[in-house]
Every structure is written in structure tokens, then in C-alpha cells.
């Protein structure tokens, strides 16, 4: 973990300066919660490749040009979580995650789990688009979403669900059946 401070210049660009070599992975820590609520990342390059789906490895003596870019429009998934006879069904955890196997990795920002409110509405805001698995599950321990047997178990049951950027997609689910 770094947590040294840096300079910003007149651009908005950062500087770091004094990075330890090693592997990293940015992950953002809002102070207010209506950024939290607003915005989220969209894409993160270091030195023209795709740098937020892996760690990034600062090697010793490497300029790294590292752009995170933010939006206020994120991609998001919205719903009602029912049990087979149409209530809702407020004691499941609702699990996301990509229909891409290669994303099956601990850590990865296309899983997410939440629980749905009383009345079985639930919001997943920040995925990056692409397509996705929905499922609903009685008992989910931390971190077991990032066993990909369980993913693999849940795939049958799952809605598919394709997400767009910065749009919001509905989905309905039925414990039980889609």
C-alpha cells in the first residue's frame, strides 16, 4: 500500500514521487458519501494498456503515465429480487458476476454481492459494461463469490443480463426462475 502524498499540477495531473517497486491496485476512498454515490471509475490505462482488471507493477526507475478516468454516468443494474409466488424475497444475497471466466478472480470490479430492501428492490451501480450472470442465493459467506466452482454452480440458474455504459439496466428476477 502506498499512501505517501502527491503533487498535483496545474492540468490535474499527479506526481508521485518515491514509489517502492512493487505490485499495486488502485482502489478509490471517498471522504464524502454523495461522491461515493455519484461518481465511479470507467477506465484505468497505465502506459497505453488497460491497468485496473490486474495489479499494476511499478518497476524501479519507470515513468508511469497512469490515467483513471471518472464518470458521473455509471452503468448500472436495478431490480426486484421475488420469490416463486411474486413477493419479495428480502433474505436472499444477489450475486453479479461477469459470463467472462477469465474475470473469475479475486478482487475482480465485475462481481458484486448485495441484498435486496424489504420490498426486494436492489441497485448495483460502477460494473464496467459487458455481459453478466444474475443469481440469488439464501446463504453467501464473505469472499465466496470468488470461488469460480460456486460461479460455475450458478450459471444454470443465473438470469444473463447485458449492461451498456452509463446506462441503467432493469431486471427482474424470480428466486427459482427468471
Known amino acids: ?29 471517498w471522504t464524502a458519501a454523495a461522491a461515493r454515490e455519484r461518481w ?20 524501479p526507475g519507470e ?15 436495478a431490480g426486484v429480487l421475488q420469490d416463486t409466488s411474486g413477493r ?10 461477469a459470463a467472462d471466466r477469465a474475470h473469475w478472480t479475486p478482487g475482480s470490479r465485475r462481481t458484486r454481492m448485495t441484498r435486496p430492501g ?5 441497485s448495483i451501480k460502477g ?13 453467501l459467506e464473505t469472499g465466496e463469490w470468488n470461488d469460480p466452482v460456486l460461479l460455475e454452480q450458478l450459471v444454470p440458474s443465473s438470469a444473463k443480463v447485458t449492461l451498456r455504459d452509463g446506462e441503467t439496466t432493469r431486471q427482474a428476477f424470480r428466486v427459482g426462475g427468471v
Open 1 to 29: 500500500m502506498y499512501n505517501g502524498g502527491g503533487r498535483v499540477d496545474g492540468q490535474g495531473r499527479f506526481t508521485f514521487a518515491g514509489v517502492i517497486p512493487d505490485s499495486y491496485r488502485f482502489t478509490p476512498a
Open 40 to 59: 465511479t471509475i470507467k477506465s484505468s490505462t497505465a502506459n497505453g494498456r488497460e491497468s485496473f482488471e490486474a495489479p499494476l507493477r511499478v518497476n
Open 63 to 77: 515513468t508511469l503515465d497512469w490515467t483513471i478516468t471518472y464518470t458521473d454516468k455509471p452503468t448500472s443494474l
Open 88 to 97: 419479495a424475497a428480502s433474505d436472499y444475497y444477489i450475486l453479479v458476476f
Open 118 to 122: 424489504t420490498d426486494g428492490s436492489y
Open 127 to 139: 460494473l464496467p459494461p459487458g455481459e453478466y450472470h444474475l443469481a440469488a442465493l439464501p446463504d
